[in-house]
């Protein structure tokens, strides 16, 4: 497999800033408000100058990414949404994503094999089109089980628990080099 073209060394993973949570609205709709904002634009010094951001279709991601872009254009990717799957009223989420990301095989979630295809998919085209610096604004259970084939991150469960919102991820590029689906 030819090596992915990224000559600032690394992606940055970002996970979205904490959304207004409204259970009567599916999480894929879910927006940002100003604390979230402020919160996603934290992270900005921590992010090369000259990077571009390429972001999920998700408004909370859009949001997020628009923040820490600071008026440079955001690029969105429908296969960096977050794991297909049921809106979930009633039921302890967090719960049944870990089981999900443990290997439990959830009815009507998307696949293990799929999410990592597609997010994989959208990062190399990114990498291929242009060599500046790499920053991806995402989701948990996506970015979770990308990186888990990219790194060794152990534990997927207790990997996932411990990211917040926001949460930024530098995967150095050599780490996706070999990997291929």
Do not use: Q
């Amino acid at each position: 497999m030819t090596p992915v073209p990224n000559t600032s060394g690394a992606i940055h993973l970002v996970r979205h800033a904490m959304p207004v949570i409204d259970p009567t609205v599916p999480p894929g709709r879910w927006r940002l408000d100003a604390a979230g904002n402020a919160a996603a634009r934290t992270l900005r010094p921590r992010l090369p100058r000259d990077a571009r951001f390429l972001s999920s279709t998700e408004p909370k991601a859009v949001d997020t990414a628009t923040a820490l872009a600071d008026g440079e254009p955001v690029t969105v990717h429908s296969d960096l949404i977050e794991v297909g799957r049921p809106h979930l009223v009633d039921v302890d989420y967090r719960a049944v994503a870990a089981a999900y990301l443990g290997g439990t095989v959830t009815p009507d979630w998307e696949p293990h094999a799929e999410v990592v295809a597609r997010f994989d998919g959208a990062i190399r085209e990114s990498l291929a089109a242009d060599t500046r610096p790499l920053v991806v604004v995402t989701h948990g259970l996506a970015m979770t089980l990308w990186i888990d084939t990219v790194l060794d991150i152990g534990d997927r469960v207790a990997w996932w628990r411990r990211l917040g919102f926001p949460e930024l991820v530098t995967v150095p590029a050599s780490a996706i080099d070999g990997h291929g689906n």
